[in-house]
């Protein structure tokens, strides 16, 4: 059993990771505008903040999962990005080496520009926008610190959201059940992956040994699908007409998004940690909280 720091435990993954890690762990999550009790609050802009938080906890991971991840928001204000997203990230990584914590960073799969799937964990990064910027410079950046530290890339997410728009795969169903016309981008590939998959691949990727838990893994599932493609399995799970659903063949967004960037996990796929699950029934479960 580890004593595990999560930060960004209010956010759509950190919850995840609470609930998952918690039934083999001691986890503490921390969190900032939505932290309650057991979430303690800890702006990650307030060293003097982390480091007494640190002392008082001392655990022996930590994963960061607190960051800012809309590329529309990155692209409008890069020093508040920089800031939460790289600087926040290196301190910590810092603290952490200097204690014998081992640190995780969670990146993105927007490290890569998405014009040559699939990646591998060594591949060249190259991003299209600001925010897959920021990610690369706290890889960086946290590795720098040490190579011990571990760098987990993930896709795009889903799983209980708060409120459909939490998540860019739930806001679909937003549109869908606002609009029987509703327009959806078919051009990028993307890999919808469940939060508790990725919580399930790091549980299991804590209890090996500490050289294997060393830098870059790949967290993702394997089905590819474009937005409009989840848009028609969504209506399909609201019961609802797919016939009026507007596929768009161009990028449609504001911040450059890469084409395709899937996620090739050569590392754990060695170790035998997996953990999918079937989008259909899973996006189904998921919306049958928030739309009855
Ligand atoms: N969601 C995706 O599709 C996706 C895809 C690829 C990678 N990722 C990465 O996965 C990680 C988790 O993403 P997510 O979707 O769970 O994010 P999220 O739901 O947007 O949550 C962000 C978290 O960061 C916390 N936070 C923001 N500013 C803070 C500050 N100054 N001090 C302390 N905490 C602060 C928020 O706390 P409060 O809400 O309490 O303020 C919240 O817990 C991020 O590193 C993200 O880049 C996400």
Redesign the pocket.
């Known amino acids: 059993m580890s004593k595990i720091v999560v930060?960004?435990?209010?956010?759509?993954?950190?919850r995840a990771l609470v609930k998952i890690l918690s039934q083999s762990n001691t986890v503490i999550g921390?969190?900032?505008?939505?932290?309650a009790p057991p979430i303690e609050q800890?702006?990650?802009?307030d060293q003097a903040a982390i480091t007494a938080f640190l002392d008082t906890h001392r655990p022996n991971i930590l994963v960061?999962?607190?960051?800012?991840?809309?590329p529309d928001i990155c692209e409008n204000d890069h020093q508040a990005t920089i800031a939460?997203?790289v600087q926040?990230a290196e301190f910590l990584a810092q603290l952490c080496k200097d204690r014998d914590i081992q640190f995780v960073l969670?990146?993105?799969?927007?490290v890569f520009n998405g014009k040559s799937a699939p990646y591998i964990e060594n591949a060249a990064t190259s991003p299209v926008n600001f925010y897959g910027e920021s990610?690369v410079q706290a890889e960086q950046a946290v590795l720098a610190v040490s190579p011990q530290h571990t760098v987990v890339r993930?896709?795009?997410?889903y799983g209980d959201v708060e409120y459909l728009a939490?998540?860019?795969v739930t806001v679909i169903a937003e549109h869908v059940l606002n609009n029987p016309h509703s327009e959806h981008d078919h051009w990028a590939i993307r890999y919808p992956t469940h939060?508790e998959d990725i919580a399930l691949t790091l549980k299991d990727l804590f209890v090996q040994p500490p050289e294997k838990q060393a830098g870059t893994f790949h967290i993702s599932d394997n089905q590819s699908m474009t937005k409009y493609e989840m848009a028609v399995f969504i209506a399909k799970a609201l019961n609802l007409d797919t016939q009026g659903l507007v596929a768009l063949p161009e990028p449609s967004q504001t911040a450059a998004r890469p084409y395709n960037c899937a996620l090739k996990d050569t590392r754990l796929n060695a170790m035998g940690i997996a953990h999918h699950r079937d989008f259909a029934t899973a996006i189904a479960n998921v919306l049958s909280k928030h739309t009855l």
Do not use: I, M
């Open positions: 930060t960004g435990a209010t956010g759509l993954l950190g921390t969190g900032f505008s939505r932290a800890l702006d990650l802009h960061h999962a607190a960051a800012e991840r809309k939460l997203n926040a969670v990146s993105t799969d927007y990610k993930v896709p795009v997410l939490e998540s860019a939060v």
